[in-house]
């Protein structure tokens, strides 16, 4: 059997390593990121969300990067950039 180097080692340690980091935190991140993405795309009018700033509301209008939500008894209406939507609330 043929002997590595002492760098081979070292360097087929850090392979380990990064192989390691991909698999335990990259791909799942990457993952769980891609389904958010997919959710704020497939927000409609009339769906009910959670903002990532913990406001319920009602979306009323969406255009390119920003959704009018309806809040509150009063129906208080904010404009939010998408990237805010935290997630869907499903009634």
């Known amino acids: 059997m043929p002997q590595i180097p002492a760098w081979g080692s070292t360097i087929l340690m850090y392979v380990a390593i990064l192989g390691v980091f991909y698999l335990l935190l990259i791909r799942p991140q990457r993952k769980k990121d891609k389904s958010i993405q997919e959710m704020r ?34 129906k208080t209406k904010l404009k939010i950039a998408k990237w805010a939507i935290g997630k869907k609330v499903e009634a």
Do not use: F
Not at 48 to 70: C, M
């Open 41 to 74: 795309k497939n927000i409609q009018e009339g769906d009910e969300i959670l903002t990532i700033g913990g406001i319920y509301g009602k979306v009323l209008n969406i255009k390119d990067e920003t959704i009018t939500i309806e809040v509150g008894a009063d």
